[in-house]
């Protein structure tokens, strides 16, 4: 059973919750540290309580909508390069991630089922029970060939599927002032009611160097490479493919993006304050694919090809499924691919285990000498 958590009471609560981290850590906490405790902390955290997230429109109570919710022809043309994974690796089995509302999966499992795959297991790995429960409701039909799990297992094999996972990872802050480098943190406000940014000198930085001695702040990423290696060592069989937004870290280190990646979501608006309205609101950081590929590669995973999202679902078929849609099933489906909309900002990393092989998301376009 859940207990219904209150929006006027969420902050109060989480307020305790991280004052009496930052008091424990002597009055200073990394960014990292409070991203996590704003997004995760049992019960209060934006991803662990009972408000609405995912939806098209603020109406519903939402917050932001992502592919799966925009269109079932996402999960669709995804299938088509799921199924070829399955049969190249020999597994039978799909992990997805970071499930939301569940949408992907029951477009996955529908999808794979038109291709003959019935056989297909499907296993989420979710750390917030408020979503699983939504998951299960939307997966009812489904019921016999999904397991959730709150943790990776020690082993798995199968094929792996991640979409905007990576983006609500904690990050640390790095911000250079004055020609130094600090660490962003978080300490209370003055009055005491809030939180306010407060830097430490620190010896980490990002990992190129960034040109220039303007004041710049970044973000680096060591939970979402812990999380790829970790997934290498435990994927024994398999293949995996995460779709975020992000760009590669000569992108994402360029000496003009100056202000960082950071960004909230509530009610379908953004904003950069990820100190107000804490647990209300959504929190992410746009992913370092080079980083991400690299911490795969390192740990022994073949990167089989990064691509934008157009491209990655243009060649598993897209364009083939929008012809069966109504002209606003394909008015919908258009939002994925246009360069202005999701197409371009959003990206398809893709991984093996053992040798790596042609996979078709990548068949077209592969941009991994850019990684």
């Known amino acids: 059973m859940t207990t219904k958590t209150t929006p006027s009471s969420l902050p109060t609560a989480l307020d305790h919750l991280i004052a009496r981290s930052v008091e424990r850590a002597g009055g200073w906490i990394g960014f990292d540290r409070f991203m996590a405790l704003a997004l995760y902390a049992p019960g209060l955290g934006y991803y662990a309580n009972t408000l609405a997230k995912f939806g098209h429109m603020p109406s519903s109570g939402s917050d932001f909508v992502t592919a799966p919710e925009l269109t079932p022809m996402f999960g669709q043309a995804l299938a088509a390069q799921v199924s070829e994974a399955l049969e190249k690796t020999g597994t039978d089995t799909v992990w997805e991630f970071g499930a939301g509302s569940g949408a992907l999966a029951v477009q996955l499992l529908h999808a794979l089922d038109g291709m003959g795959r019935g056989d297909v297991r499907y296993r ?160 992410t950081a746009h992913v370092d694919f080079t980083g991400v ?57 893709g991984f093996g285990v053992g040798e790596p092989w042609e996979a078709m998301g990548f068949a077209v376009g592969d941009r991994s000498h850019t990684l």
């Open 124 to 283: 989420i790995v979710d750390l917030s029970g408020t979503l699983r429960e939504r998951q299960q409701q939307a997966l009812a039909g489904h019921a016999g060939r999904v397991e959730w799990l709150d943790e990776l297992p020690e082993s798995m094999q199968g094929v792996v599927v991640g979409n905007e996972v990576l983006d609500a990872m904690p990050v640390q802050l790095l911000a250079r002032v004055g020609g130094k480098w600090f660490e962003r943190g978080v300490v209370r406000n003055a009055a005491g009611d809030g939180w306010a940014w407060a830097d430490r000198e620190t010896g980490l930085r990002p990992p190129v160097e960034v040109p220039g001695e303007h004041d710049y702040l970044t973000e680096i990423h060591p939970q979402a490479k812990a999380f790829v290696a970790t997934l290498a060592d435990r994927l024994k069989k398999g293949a995996a493919f995460l779709i975020d937004y992000g760009f590669p870290e000569g992108e994402y280190y360029h000496p003009q993006r100056h202000m960082g990646t950071v960004m909230c979501h509530r009610g379908h608006k953004a904003d950069g304050d990820p100190l107000s309205d804490v647990g209300l609101k959504d929190i």
């Open 293 to 349: 590929a690299l911490a795969g590669q390192d740990a022994g995973l073949a990167v089989l090809g990064y691509t934008s999202q157009a491209r990655f679902l243009l060649n598993c078929g897209l364009l083939g499924v929008m012809e069966q849609g109504t002209v606003a099933e394909r008015g919908m489906a258009a939002r994925l691919i246009h360069e202005h909309e999701m197409g371009e900002l959003f990206k398809v990393v």
